[in-house]
């Protein structure tokens, strides 16, 4: 190939992987004073010798290898302390993890996401008891694959900064089951007045029967399975260059286009059209935006969680080799190596206390 055409085709290549990055949604990179805290945690000091094998299922894909690693490397630094301990990792997806746990083929299910009522009324049907959850890590704020958290939207020209949970309720769902007594489906049933204040409001959100629409569905419809009629459902979608376009993406781009709308995504898919809200537990708040600190805090009330599920009938103590791995995950080691290896964020201080107390 001659210089000149060396020279193009490098040129070509570039702009290609120009646009290619510029196309790609953007991340929020984690300030180190957010999870400088992590120094500052106990370190896993052992209670007692353990040994034998610990079968974990779940969270992982064959196509993105991002939970392996991790796991890897956390039995890596817990075989410092108890080198006895060996590890067989079926990572075969969050799907397999409780039916494994189940069946008893597995000692700790680890989970991509919250468990799922099926799965969780699977479990209690037949054992007697629910599974029990530690959690072990939290979700990214804007990772894909990470479990980023769930945002509200409305466009840049609405003068509204925060919502109740029960708000968003009474929008997104019909049921009202967090006590606003009727649907709010204008502006002005929000407080907005003038030119706002008859105008309907428009949501716009994930497929209601996938994943992503069950958590939403959980964590603010209270399992309501009634949704406002009005909304419209965004599924990823194949370009005819066979790049997708993401739900959350559409989603925002449907937004930007709707002084009215009202939508459901992450601020890795967010332009200039659209704002995002604070949210609060109460009418009253406070009312909080999603940051990693937030998240971490667990005070932001869409975040993301990460737990392990292990089978624990009431009264009877856990695996020890068990509990001293998950005590591990908690520990400051375990934290530190869960930001190392992962684009997960740690958990808050107070809630690893919390899940130290349910190994006991």
Sequence with gaps: MSPTRLHSFIFIALAFASCALAAEPRVTPVAPEDVAFVASLPRYVPQEKVSGMIRIWGHGSPKHDFINGLVGRWMEGFNR?????????????????????????GDIALLGEEISPAAAAAFERTKGYPPTGIQVATGSLDVNFFDYAHMIFVHRDNPLAHLSLAQLDAIFGAE?????????????DLGLTGEWADKPIQPYGWKVDEDFALFFREAVLENSHR??????????EIRP?????????????????????????????????VKVLALGHSADGPFYPPTPATLIAQTYPLARIIPAFIDRAPGTPIDPKVREFLRYLLSREGQQ??????SYLPLGAEIIRAQLEKLK
Excluded: C, F
């Excluded at 302390?81 to 083929?105: C, E, F, H, W």
């Excluded at 089951?177 to 002005?188: D, E, I, K, Q």
């Excluded at 781009?253 to 009215?260: E, I, T, V, Y």
């Design 241 to 273: 260059d066979g790049t997708q376009y993401d739900h959350g993406q559409r989603i925002l781009d449907a937004l930007a286009r709707d002084r009215l709308g009202i939508a459901i995504s992450n601020v890795r898919y967010a332009n200039t059209d």
């Design 81 to 105: 302390y108890q080198p006895d301990v060996k590890l067989d990792n079926r990572m075969y997806g969050t799907a397999s993890a409780i039916g494994a746990l189940l069946a008893g083929a």
């Design 227 to 236: 949704w406002n009629t009005a909304l419209k459902e965004y599924v990823h």
């Design 176 to 188: 009202h089951r967090r006590g606003v007594p009727n649907n709010l489906r204008t502006w002005g």
């Design 337 to 342: 190596t869960l930001i190392d290896e992962s």
